[in-house]
């Protein structure tokens, strides 16, 4: 099995960064596409940014292209979100999930964490 742990979510201004970071145990870590998603209160589960396991391909959603990066060190078994230039529609729990395959689609992620809560005041 695999464990998924968030943290570093807050509460910052617009404009202002936050580091998500992602600790995951297990002994397949370095197979899985980690990537992460947010929800809105009311809305649904989106997509955000994932990686690959070798951390030679990333994607990120369109709104977040240039001011988020996603990283991962698998001797650490970690996986962070650097959120530059954060803007008021950034609000939502933030999830960090684990795939066996690359994908945006939240069903193929297997395994999940609680998530963290991103607040953005303007």
């Known amino acids: 099995q695999v464990q998924v742990v968030e943290s570093g979510g807050g509460l910052v201004p617009a404009g202002g960064s936050l580091r998500l970071s992602c600790a995951a145990s297990?002994?397949?870590?370095?197979?899985?596409?980690m990537g992460w998603f947010r929800q809105r209160p009311g809305g649904e589960r989106q997509f955000v940014a994932a990686i690959n396991w070798a951390g030679s391909t990333t994607d990120y959603e369109d709104s977040v292209k240039g001011r988020f990066t996603i990283s991962r060190d698998n001797d650490k078994n970690t996986v962070w979100l650097q959120m530059n230039s954060l803007k008021p529609e950034d609000t939502a729990v933030y999830y960090c999930?684990?795939?066996?395959?690359?994908?945006?689609?939240?069903?193929?992620?297997?395994?999940w964490g609680q998530g963290t809560q991103v607040t953005v005041s303007s």
């Open positions: 297990g002994r397949t870590f370095t197979h899985y596409t």
């Open positions: 999930a684990l795939s066996t395959l690359h994908s945006r689609l939240s069903r193929f992620y297997n395994y």
